[in-house]
């Protein structure tokens, strides 16, 4: 006597939901990187218009051989400070979003920076094993532009 072989098969609309609840939770996920990237960003923003001299380093007399700012150390070391919360907040949303648009703002953000992050004596601290590879990368690109 032939065996009756059963198949189960979920409901269409089971399965329809399980879908759309899947895809619901990766948009959520999506979104909530991107916002926790902006507010990131936003905040080193904060922290660049409470020091402009920092955020833009032309506005400083920067010698970094010298480990001087303006002539001081302790402005030298606050602009180290300054720059190595910027890499930080910059790695964190490229870990976030790693997208082109982080790119580019990073890019952008680390060009202003890039007498400091090319010089030997920055390269002598040895930071880049502190960042992700993505920021490693731009980094190193800072060095070959």
Known sequence: MARQIYTLRPPALLVLAALGSIGAAVYNMVAWRSAKAKKLYLAQCDVALANPRFSNPSLLQLDVEAQR??????????????VARLVYVLDECLKLCPNGEWYAVAEAQLGAHREYLTSDY?????????????MRGLLEDQRGS
């Open 69 to 82: 700012a303006d002539g001081s150390a302790e402005t030298f070391e606050q602009y180290e400070w300054y």
């Open 122 to 134: 920055y390269a002598r601290q040895g930071y880049l094993s502190h960042y992700g590879p993505r």
